[in-house]
């Protein structure tokens, strides 16, 4: 989306952090609209989910590139082969589809994906944008059964039609691309109750289209500074006669299926035509997307079991989801009027992910509900989600001790307050960076306290503790102290590597020295894997040159960071 030039061969391709950027963007514009977006959906059942399927799959494609690019994250443009994160991203969204809307996005974002990545450095990037557009209607429409008009598909063909036409504009960048590929949607968007009748009786555009244009209006966002529609005036200010409307009735028609069925399917990729024919002939909303021998089936029906032996004829079906419409219905109706009858929600609690053996064990004698993570392991939204309602308190604080960690954290809180508003759950993200900040906050924690001073007070000494560690280098590359080679000892102060040397355990002195120029009365030194004899010489250090401080050494059992260190 970022659009470089590299001499003598024009344009080099989308820029990576561009795509990173717009997974981060699309995933909060979707929490944003995603309760707007749930109430719009009537079709192909009023089931009140399409915005949170829309959402969830985008996070987990955004999860899934960020793992992918781990240390990376930060600065994606640095990665040379641009293929492997796009892959990864294509795939999460794949593996963490939700129901129908969101596996026709996952083979959207895939088949975007795809085009991106094959780019060419003699290629413009207004021609690749509008050709992925193009390439994600094309993939979304051959994906199901029997395409209908006044859906996210027509939303999806009209933005790439206006794409390809801005692109054939002599200069043309993929920022004007993506603009006209936007406002083409949302103009699109309006015109869907014309074209489905459903639509026009309950008085609401199509719910999957509107999560589209959130999505198309974020890639705008990436590359030209607007912001996505405010969810407080979602579509007045494109003049699109739309209430804000709860779900059209609460019962199913008569005559429809039953039963929502999906699973992931291995099997070749010659096997979809022919699996897609026979679900067809068992019922409707069907969608089969993926490549490269994995699938992801979609169907709705009254035949369950024939649905699944479809897949079993084809190859492997594994996590099968079943869900009967009426009931996910009553419930949702049930949980709106009946959320004082649940088992009431009660006390407060701390979610901490700690990176080794030895910090979870300090998180949970401090009480909190662990979740292991860290660099080449970070957790997913659906892990920090599950576990923050799985304390079954009513205030949750979350302490995510990792920079990437973050933003899983805040899409889990979001889902969280979402799903449980109604009982009351309030859930607050403190953005510790560090395992250190996250093990000063917990310290401080106080349910006694009100929730919201609890919180400020455990934010306020994440944020005064200074922090370092040290590790050793993976590859070539430029640092704050200047270039390093595989295995050079690193030191990081404040997340950024600060000091190159050949030798840890004096880099680990320089960090400490550092760390304790602006005064301090406390060391935290937190012992990783191989980091034993680091801990001596850090500790005699302290003792010898600064013997007013006091020094707290932990074993944390922590990869890739023999030493973590903190000062407060």
Do not use: K
């Not at 996590?319 to 009946?338: D, G, K, L, M, Y």
């Not at 301090?520 to 040159?545: K, N, P, Q």
């Amino acid at each position: 989306m970022d659009e470089r030039t590299v001499p003598g061969e024009g344009r080099s391709g989308i820029a990576l952090s561009s795509v990173v950027r717009f997974v981060d963007i699309a995933v909060d514009a979707l929490a944003g609209a995603r309760e707007e977006v749930d109430a719009l959906n009537v079709y192909p059942v009023p089931d009140g989910d399409t915005g949170t399927n829309m959402y969830l799959t985008v996070v987990a494609a955004r999860d899934a590139i960020r793992t992918t690019l781990g240390e990376d994250a930060d600065d994606p443009d640095r990665v040379a082969d641009i293929g492997v994160p796009l892959a990864a991203l294509a795939r999460g969204a794949l593996l963490g589809a939700r129901g129908n809307s969101g596996v026709i996005l996952s083979e959207m974002l895939g088949a975007a994906a795809r085009r991106i990545a094959a780019a060419t450095p003699r290629e413009r990037n207004g021609v690749v944008m509008a050709e992925a557009l193009q390439q994600a209607s094309a993939a979304s429409y051959a994906a199901v059964g029997e395409p209908v008009e006044g859906t996210m598909l027509t939303v999806m063909r009209a933005a790439a039609e206006a794409g390809t036409t801005a692109a054939t504009v002599p200069g043309a960048r993929s920022s004007d691309v993506l603009t006209a590929a936007a406002a083409a949607a949302r103009e699109a968007l309006g015109h869907t109750p014309e074209q489905l009748d459903v639509l026009a009786q309950a008085g609401v555009v199509d719910a999957g289209g509107r999560g589209l244009s959130v999505i198309l209006d974020a890639a705008e966002t990436v590359l030209t500074g607007r912001r996505p529609i405010p969810v407080t005036a979602p579509l007045g200010s494109h003049l699109i006669p739309v209430p804000h409307v709860e779900p059209a009735g609460d019962e199913l028609s008569a005559d429809g299926p039953a039963y929502e069925v999906m699973y992931l399917l291995d099997t070749d990729d010659d096997q979809a035509p022919r699996l897609r024919e026979r679900l067809g002939e068992l019922g409707d909303s069907v969608v089969v997307v993926g490549r490269d021998g994995l699938w992801n089936v979609h169907v709705h029906t009254d035949d369950v079991g024939a649905a699944i032996e479809v897949g079993l004829e084809a190859g492997r079906p594994h996590r099968i989801r079943v869900t009967h419409f009426a009931e996910q219905i009553a419930a949702q109706s049930a949980a709106q009027t009946t959320a004082d009858t649940l088992a009431p929600l009660a006390g407060r609690r701390v979610v901490a992910v700690a990176a080794g053996p030895g910090l979870a064990a300090l998180f949970e004698e401090a009480g909190a509900e662990v979740v292991l993570g860290g660099p080449g392991r970070r957790p997913s939204t659906g892990e920090l989600l599950e576990a923050i309602t799985r304390c079954g308190a009513r205030e949750v604080v979350v302490l995510p001790n990792d920079e990437p960690t973050i933003r899983a954290a805040l899409a889990a809180a979001s889902t969280a307050e979402a799903d449980h508003g109604t009982r009351g759950l309030r859930v607050a993200v403190i953005p510790t960076h560090t395992q250190v900040q996250g093990l000063a906050a917990v310290a401080v924690h106080e349910p006694g306290r009100a929730f919201d001073q609890d919180v400020t007070e455990m934010t306020a000494t994440a944020r005064h503790v200074r922090h370092g560690a040290v590790t050793i280098a993976a590859r070539q590359a430029m640092t704050m102290a200047g270039p390093c080679e595989p295995g050079d000892a690193l030191g990081v102060i404040a997340g950024d590597f600060a000091v190159v040397g050949d030798d840890l355990g004096a880099v680990a002195l320089v960090v400490l020295d550092r760390l304790l120029a602006a005064g301090g009365e406390l060391v935290t030194i937190v012992s990783g894997v191989d980091g034993e004899g680091l801990v001596d010489r850090a500790t005699a250090w302290v003792e010898e040159f600064h013997p007013h401080v006091d020094v707290v050494v932990y074993d944390g059992g922590q990869e890739r960071y023999p030493l973590l260190m903190s000062v407060e």
